[in-house]
């Protein structure tokens, strides 16, 4: 059964809402778009609606404002790489609701494109955990490392040192681990890490073993030795998902993990799929989006569809026979 697309309606010269996501990383030194393939992700459908001549509202949000306005994460940056990649100018409205706002919508012609801000509250709610319990009978393999993998550790009695950890979430990881044994799926988890005990960009890491991480040290990336033992189980699969980075990449001295992997999953024989956000951003700027099957610009909604979970936006997708053809206009392909 077919869904009702923007093609199966007369938007000439209306007011189109366009749920878009410009969730954009920047540099945070110059605050430029460091990644636009979301945005570039957005351009069939806003090019075909500028030539159906609507009035294109498009709202997204930029980072996580925690609710308030922060000028750093405004989206002046994003219209301004929009209306180069559209070849026209892309109004930015300050807000997202408002008397301004009302009369920027209300004066836009058709054809044109305004950007509104969007404001998101509170910091995001890991997906994860929901997605590995929905998928573990299905692997063979699950690896883990990144952000998790020191609430695993935590959860054999490891020593973590002052590494971020989930401590409301280490019983989940060793409830994950005793289904991952009933299901015999083969989970790895580091056997050696990078750490430092140092603050700041310049911080040094130092490679050791998961048993002498010290109290005061904080694992950043996996170790070679943990890399070789991945690659080990990733050469054997057919199908691979890889959502998250290996270690705080963000710092080139502890981006070697993530790198490797991405150079491992870009070498297999296998159907891979990255999962979206930091991932993605790290596969694409390496350029090897290319040698993936596929790589998601939505990491949270690969999460929640893995998961199990319903996806808003695409569960409101109404069915072609689901209102009378008489409600309908239906556009020629263009």
């Not at 993998?149 to 005793?178: H, N, P, Q, W, Y």
Request: aromatic share 4%; glycine share 10%.
């Amino acid at each position: 059964m077919g869904k009702l697309t923007i093609r199966d309606i007369d938007v000439s010269g209306k007011r189109v809402l366009v749920r878009v996501d410009f969730n954009v990383p920047l540099d945070e030194k110059t605050g430029a778009i460091t990644d636009d393939s979301r945005i570039r992700a957005a351009l069939p459908t806003i090019k075909y609606l500028i030539r159906r001549k609507a009035k294109v509202i498009l709202i997204s949000h930029l980072g996580r404002p925690e609710g308030k306005v922060v000028n750093e994460l405004r989206m002046a940056p994003v219209a301004q790489r929009l209306s180069q990649l559209l070849g026209q100018q892309v109004g930015v409205a300050t807000d997202c609701i408002g008397p301004e706002v009302e009369k920027s919508v209300e004066s836009l012609k058709a054809g044109h494109v305004i950007l509104l801000h969007g404001l998101v509250g509170g910091a995001k709610i890991s997906d994860k955990v929901a997605m590995l319990e929905n998928i573990m009978g299905k692997l063979d393999f699950l690896l883990v490392g990144g952000g998790m993998a020191a609430t695993f550790l935590k959860a054999k009695s490891c020593e973590i040192g002052l590494s971020l950890l989930e401590a409301d979430r280490v019983d989940t990881a060793a409830r994950l681990m005793e289904k991952a044994a009933r299901n015999g799926v083969r989970l790895l988890l580091p056997v050696d890490v990078v750490v430092t005990d140092e603050t700041g960009d310049k911080a040094k890491g130092r490679i050791v073993s998961i048993e002498n991480i010290s109290p005061r040290q904080s694992i950043m990336d996996i170790g070679p030795q943990t890399i070789k033992n991945f690659y080990e189980e990733l050469r054997r699969c057919r199908t691979v998902f890889w959502n998250g980075p290996m270690g705080v990449c963000e710092m080139p001295q502890f981006a070697e993990g993530t790198r490797a992997m991405a150079k491992l999953l870009a070498s297999l024989e296998a159907t891979t799929i990255i999962g979206g956000g930091s991932t993605a951003e790290i596969v694409i700027n390496m350029g090897l989006g290319d040698k993936m099957t596929f790589v998601s610009t939505g990491g949270g909604a690969s999460l929640r569809f893995l998961g199990g979970q319903t996806l808003p936006g695409v569960e409101a997708l109404l069915d072609k026979d689901s209102l009378p053809a008489a409600k309908l206009k239906l556009m020629p392909t263009v």
